[in-house]
């Protein structure tokens, strides 16, 4: 079998011109390499944004990592009788993903853009100019030891017991009319000859005096004195102010002493369930009838509640830890409308006594239906 024959002339085909490369397609592919050298280059760019995502849940009636590692009581109480409980009543975080020294890729803001459990928010709104990650981790720390005095308050004034409120000087803010008068730990009793236990009766006198110098009673080093300040003219969110420039805390006297150990979180909005984890504790019977409840929210000593940052994504760790009840601050309620995640029950409370009054509902299989829920308008 002959396999070539010498004799013949093969002449190579000419391309078609159907299989040449258009110019729409060169021009395409060098759209996309360029998008695609962009999104690269996009991607490594700093932005200034930062992103909000579900935290960690912690059961006020379960166990937290102490700093050794070790599991400990989350609320622990002597010189008082204390209760078995059950279920859970949650608090809720929000971790934030990025800071000023490192913010999330443009990828992680898209994907997070699409996630209703995420929040992308402006990093001033987050981190202000000129704060460090530092120093905002020093003030949520200190936000949250006075988040668990206020819930303690709350609580046990509840059960009944007395408890005595001093208010105390934290810290000073800048260009501050109290700076060289008062001093960090200074104790103050009285604001022109009435008594003062809580930051907001003592703005409230100073206000009252349109600009004129208010006498304060102070205790310092167990010596009760009297000084003199005039205050500063400010603009505070639209609104003109009279203030002495100072940052309270409130100190009480407890007659029984509580523990909260719970590290590596800050900020105060825990004091909500801090303050009914600490009632169960103190009474007999499952204060949530056994259920999961979780909830959020700052709480005083009066056991007023107070909005939250977060709450959309405080929502979603209530379902990912199982919870089918959630109290949420009226104050958020704006918030909360239209974001409520399937299978979350959802409860606007204002003081501690609304919080109570919907878990009696489920502990006691009451009228859900008649509690306050959040709603429009």
């Known amino acids: 079998m002959a396999l070539f024959d010498e004799n013949v002339t093969v002449t190579p085909a000419q391309p078609q011109s159907g299989r040449r490369m258009s110019r729409g397609m060169v021009a395409g592919i060098w759209a996309l390499a360029i998008a695609l050298a962009v999104l690269l280059v996009i991607t490594f ?11 960690p849940v912690y059961n006020t009636l379960g166990t937290a990592e102490a700093a050794d590692g070790a599991q400990v009581p989350l609320i622990s109480v002597d010189g008082a009788d204390t209760f078995p409980t059950d279920g859970a009543l949650d608090l809720l975080t929000v971790q934030v993903v990025g800071n000023r020294e490192r913010t999330p890729s443009w990828v992680e803001l898209a994907t997070a853009w699409f996630d209703p459990s995420r929040a992308v928010l402006p990093i001033d709104a987050v981190f202000p100019e000129g704060q460090s990650t530092e120093k905002r981790n020093e003030e949520s720390a200190a936000m949250m030891v006075d988040s668990q005095k206020e819930a303690t308050a709350a609580a046990l004034t509840e059960l009944g017991y007395d408890v005595d409120a001093k208010l105390t000087v ?55 004195q009297t000084v003199s300040i005039t205050p500063k003219e400010a603009e505070v969110e639209g ?47 499952q204060l949530n009838g056994g259920e999961t409840i979780a909830g959020t929210g700052t709480i005083d000593a009066d056991g007023v509640v107070g ?22 601050p009226s104050d958020n309620c704006d918030e909360v409308v239209g974001h409520i995640p399937d299978g979350l029950r959802v409860f606007s409370v204002k003081t501690l006594e609304d919080s109570l009054d919907v878990l009696e509902a489920v502990r006691e299989d009451g009228d859900i239906d008649a509690l306050p829920t959040c709603s429009v308008g």
Do not use: C, H
């Not at 009435?194 to 409230?204: F, I, S």
């Open 170 to 224: 934290y810290a000073f803010t800048e260009g501050s009319a109290s700076e060289g008068v008062l001093e960090e730990g200074d104790v103050i009793l009285a604001a022109n000859g009435t008594t003062v236990t809580d930051a907001g009766a003592l703005r409230e006198i100073v206000n009252d005096g349109d600009g004129a110098p208010v006498a304060l009673t102070i205790r310092r080093a167990d010596q009760e």
């Open 239 to 285: 609104e003109t102010l009279w203030l002495i420039g100072i940052t309270l805390t409130n100190d009480f006297d407890f007659p029984i002493d509580v523990t909260i150990q719970l590290n590596n979180v800050g900020g105060p909005s825990a004091g909500l369930m801090f303050a009914l984890g600490i009632i169960d504790t103190l009474t007999a019977g």
């Open 307 to 328: 909005p939250i940052g977060g709450i959309r994504q405080k929502m979603w760790g209530a379902v990912d830890a199982g919870a089918d009840w959630f109290l949420a």
């Open 45 to 55: 760019l700093p932005t200034s944004y930062v992103i909000q995502r579900p935290g």
